[in-house]
């Protein structure tokens, strides 16, 4: 051969060896990298999210973050056998610019983390066997076009924060002690259903506007109270309800406003354990009735306004009350308590109500109104009461043992003994 020739030669398999060389880096996805990209079109990107997803579970922590090109991706994505802490799932360009079909999880570590997506399907669980229960990602900015439903694994850390969901919603068995709890979710014309029976529950700086029924329905133990603080419920039917036999309820910082009922609580008849519900520092505005309880309830209020109400601001039954510094205006009545007996512990009874400086004032009915008979015990005690403007009776109490003291505008009190 020739030595022009063989130069030739060399040159040419040189020229196909580097060719070859780009095009296969072009098109194969890059081998551990830290950051990784999905960006459909561009040849040195992945061109599908769950390749990337895919990648990063098998690489054990190589990528630690899989960056998405904003966009809608028709994708059913699979998250599971993700265990590296540091893994992420970012829309580079946040929920409103990147969209995906749905997700369905498996068992993810509890700190592998999707921000800045839009589901347009409900996000659900894998559910591929109880011995090997699914754990969801955290999720933190996406939006749920259709809602979610987390409930596989057993007493799981929050995981949802600063998200938005437009389909009904359902939340169960987790725990928030000893960490921070849910914040900044926004539910937008659906339903909240929360289950807490591993520990207590809380929820911050969320808002629920527009549920078509009742915003939250929720259910625990009373050693597994579930918390809402410094969240707004509004135009709805109803803001909370249960049907459980045994639960708790806390509100703080709250504010109720343009609903039919605040709270609508009824319970079964529960033999083990209170039901309990605790207000504080928190609003009803505008409301048909702030609270109502058709079964014994344990009632801790505190530093409650109610106004513009169209009906009784608190029509409820109660096996005990505690009640400090609520005011009433503008609504059809005022206080309505029916001291009841608990079914639990057996043989108990009615263990009696204390109003202390509540103002009731622009009421169409009944100012204040206890009644508890027949029962064999629990006194019920009004102080520092102010009632005004009342067109019914101004404090009516019918119970054991009545105890009234610094009370203005009292224009009916009768205690009568038990029978």
């Given amino acids: 051969m020739a030595p022009h020739e063989n130069f030739r030669t060399r040159m040419r398999a040189a020229c196909f060896a580097c060719v070859s060389a780009c095009l296969l880096g072009a098109f194969a996805p890059p081998a551990h990298a830290t950051h990784v990209l999905v960006e459909p079109g561009n040849l040195s990107a992945y061109q599908t999210?769950?390749?990337?997803?895919?990648?990063?579970?098998?690489?054990?922590?190589?990528?630690?973050?899989?960056?998405?090109?904003?966009?809608?991706?028709?994708?059913?994505?699979?998250?599971?056998?993700?265990?590296?802490?540091?893994?992420?799932?970012?829309?580079?360009g946040g929920a409103l610019q990147t969209r995906v079909r749905t997700l369905r999880y498996g068992h993810t570590d509890r700190a592998f983390a999707i921000e800045g997506l839009?589901?347009?399907?409900?996000?659900?669980?894998?559910?591929?066997?109880?011995?090997?229960?699914?754990?969801?990602?955290?999720?933190?900015?996406?939006?749920?076009?259709?809602?979610?439903?987390?409930?596989?694994y057993p007493c799981a850390a929050p995981n949802l924060f600063d998200c938005t969901f437009r389909g009904n919603t359902v939340l169960y068995s987790y725990t928030t002690a000893g960490q921070p709890g849910f914040s900044g979710l926004r539910f937008e014309h659906c339903r909240l259903t929360v289950t807490a029976i591993c520990g207590i529950l809380k929820f911050s700086d969320c808002v629920f506007t527009g549920a078509p029924d009742t915003a939250i329905v929720f259910q625990s133990l009373p050693e597994n109270m579930i918390t809402f603080e410094r969240s707004v419920i509004e135009s709805t039917e109803v803001g909370f309800a249960t049907n459980s036999s045994e639960t708790a309820l806390r509100l703080l910082d709250c504010d109720v406003r343009d609903v039919g009922i605040g709270l609508d609580l009824y319970t079964p008849i529960s033999r083990q354990n209170w039901t309990e519900l605790t207000l504080s520092r928190t609003d009803f505005d505008r409301v048909g009735r702030a609270v109502r309880t058709t079964s014994p309830w344990a009632l801790y209020v505190d530093h409650v306004n109610v106004r513009d109400c169209a009906g009784p601001a608190f029509d409820a039954k109660t096996a005990r009350a505690t009640i400090f510094a609520v005011s009433i205006e503008r609504a059809g009545a005022g206080l309505l308590l029916q001291g009841v007996n608990p079914t639990w512990p057996s043989g108990a009874t009615f263990f009696g109500a204390s109003?202390?400086?509540?103002?009731?004032?622009?009421?169409?009915?009944?100012?204040?109104?206890?009644?508890?008979?027949?029962?064999?015990?629990?006194?019920?005690?009004v102080h520092r009461a102010t009632v005004s403007d009342v067109a019914g009776r101004g404090i009516f109490l019918n119970a054991h043992g009545v105890t009234v003291m610094r009370t203005r505008s009292c224009t009916t009190c009768r205690a009568t003994a038990s029978r």
């Fill in 118 to 152: 839009t589901f347009d399907e409900p996000v659900v669980s894998i559910s591929e066997s109880p011995g090997h229960p699914d754990r969801p990602p955290v999720f933190r900015n996406c939006v749920f076009e259709s809602g979610a439903n987390f409930g596989a």
């Fill in 49 to 92: 999210i769950q390749e990337a997803l895919n990648a990063q579970a098998a690489v054990f922590g190589a990528i630690e973050t899989v960056l998405v090109a904003p966009g809608v991706y028709p994708e059913s994505l699979v998250v599971r056998d993700v265990y590296e802490p540091q893994t992420r799932l970012i829309g580079t």
């Fill in 355 to 381: 109003l202390d400086s509540c103002v009731v004032s622009d009421v169409q009915g009944d100012g204040i109104r206890v009644i508890a008979v027949p029962t064999t015990s629990g006194r019920v005690r």
